[in-house]
């Protein structure tokens, strides 16, 4: 794509993305109350057959911002979608993504998160992410590792081919970095801190939660510290004093400054402003 896509403001720099059951009061209340930068009342996985209307039901009473519906292949998308369209939506969740799926939401709507967990889905991610609604990519491990019969590993390795591909195609198609895979142990504190690490690493700017305990550790690990934001504030400043001052290069702490490493700083920056967004 040409031109950078304009990322809706309240999706460009959320960390976590809670997941809770549309059909359990209690647990989506609970999530709502969390310090989730972003949480998502969710209709399909979480939600069994028997209980997809009441699901409906839920949400359109509880009104979410945020609501994962079935996919676009399924006999619960079209009254998934019209239950969301009586919502007043920061964002709706993809499942199975592809361009086709996409394209079945209709031009009109709020901003998509689609979620690449098949094989065909990691194919077309690029062009996923490049449909106009299109605002985010996230990552589904379970699906996509059983279709493609991958075996899970403690390190993570087995998906780092699809982690490093939906980084580049988000960045291609200009929007917003992914978010990580779900770290299935909610008790495991330590695991999921050193996920969090690597997955930044590899370009994630967030990653999808099932439980509030891990909400914290998400938003702190994909937080810039303060380390971080005092290299930046001090990269830029010095960059915008060289501008001024007419030199074209410049150097901070004996490290020569070009305009990438200003957009780092910058980018860091605004992350460091994003702060906590709304439910």
């Not at 647990?27 to 209980?51: H, N, Q, Y």
């Not at 009254?79 to 996409?102: G, R, S």
């Not at 994630?204 to 998400?218: D, E, N």
């Amino acid at each position: 794509m040409s031109d950078i896509k304009a990322v809706t403001a309240s999706l460009a720099h959320l960390r976590s993305l809670l997941f809770a059951p549309g059909s359990d009061e209690a647990k989506l209340t609970k999530a709502l109350a969390s310090g989730a930068d972003a949480v998502v009342a969710d209709l399909e996985d979480a939600v069994t057959p028997d209980r997809k209307e009441l699901a409906r039901e839920l949400v359109r009473r509880l009104r979410p911002r945020v609501v994962r519906i079935n996919g676009a292949d399924t006999e619960w998308f079209a009254d998934d979608l019209a239950a969301a369209a009586e919502l007043e939506l920061d964002a709706l969740v993809l499942p199975k993504a592809t361009p086709v799926a996409v394209d079945a939401l209709g031009a009109e709507g709020p901003p998509v998160i689609a979620i690449v967990e098949t094989a065909q889905g990691l194919r077309l991610a690029y062009e996923t992410a490049s449909r106009q609604r299109v605002e985010a990519l996230a990552l589904g491990a379970a699906d996509l590792g059983r279709e493609l019969g991958l075996e899970p590993r403690p390190d993570g390795l087995e998906i780092l081919h699809a982690r490093s591909q939906i980084v580049v195609d988000s960045a291609a198609a200009g929007i917003r970095p992914p978010f990580d895979v779900v770290h299935l142990d909610t008790r495991d504190d330590e695991g999921l801190e050193a996920a969090c690490r690597f997955a930044r690493t590899l370009g994630f700017r967030g990653k999808i939660c099932i439980h509030p305990a891990q909400v914290p550790i998400v938003n702190r690990l994909f937080a810039p510290d303060e380390g971080e934001i005092a290299w930046a504030q001090r990269v830029v400043e010095a960059y915008e004093e060289g501008e001024h001052e007419g030199r074209g290069a410049i150097a901070v702490g004996g490290e020569m400054v070009d305009l990438p490493v200003v957009d780092r700083a910058r980018r860091i920056l605004a992350e460091a402003k994003g702060g906590r967004h709304g439910h």
